[in-house]
């Protein structure tokens, strides 16, 4: 089976400061999503990376997924505490998803 | 419009005993998938439905079992639980077809177990 490996598994970063979290798979990724979790609540939906090489940005959120569509990175620039929570890769599988374990971002104000 | 809505937000239940836990998708969605969130951990996918039958299964014993109804509703049961079926019930809601994985997600059911 598929499994995603997330690092780091937690992060403490300053405000303002910029910081990237890597989702590598063990199998060629055909379908990459981003989600965001606020501690104990649902998960809500960042991005969607389908194409080996695919860049997407929202607000100061930006995701890439690598030429190999093995690996992929979420960046965030000048983060701010409403980006703090736990951020979790999904991967296709036939029809369902399956996550990483996610990563616990803290923003220090 | 509203989302995808769990029901109850948190429950307590002793070992032995059985629960069912409820959901209404997003309007305009047909698909309804459920998921386990130990504490720590990434969500596990248990089970999805579509057109009222289960048409993928994750590695989970029979004890968890579903249903979804024709208004696209759907409920999970456990029976005989553990201890180590505390978690977080996500479920998600889907439309199926190209794009279905773009899960929206209610807040969960929080399941303790003593």
């Known amino acids: 089976s598929q499994e995603l490996e997330q690092s780091p598994q937690s992060l403490i970063v300053q405000e303002g400061k910029n910081l990237t979290i890597n989702c590598t798979s063990s199998k060629t990724l055909y379908g990459l999503y981003w989600y965001k979790q606020k501690y104990g609540e649902g998960l809500i939906f960042l991005m969607m990376l389908q194409k080996g090489g695919e860049e997407k940005s929202h607000e100061k959120i930006t995701a890439k997924l690598d030429e190999k569509k093995q690996q992929s990175s979420l960046h965030i620039t000048a983060s701010q505490p409403s980006h703090a929570g736990i951020y979790l890769c999904?991967?296709?599988?036939?029809?369902?998803?399956?996550f990483g374990a996610g990563t616990r971002l803290t923003v220090k104000p | 419009d509203a989302g995808v809505t769990q029901s109850p937000t948190h429950l307590i239940k002793t070992r032995g005993q059985q629960v069912t836990l409820r959901c209404s998708p997003k309007?305009?969605?047909?698909?309804v998938s459920w998921y386990q969130q130990a504490l720590g951990q990434g969500p596990q996918f248990i089970f999805q439905y579509y057109e009222e039958e289960e048409r993928q299964r994750g590695n989970f014993p029979d004890r968890f079992s579903g249903h979804q109804f024709p208004n696209y509703s759907s409920e999970l049961n456990v029976n005989a639980l553990l201890l180590g079926d505390s978690a977080l019930y996500l479920c998600?809601?889907?439309?199926?077809?190209?794009?279905?994985?773009?899960?929206?997600f209610g807040a969960g059911s929080r399941l303790t177990v003593l």
């Open positions: 999904g991967a296709d599988k036939m029809n369902d998803m399956r």
């Open positions: 309007s305009g969605h047909d698909t």
């Open positions: 998600a809601s889907s439309q199926y077809g190209p794009g279905a994985n773009v899960l929206t």
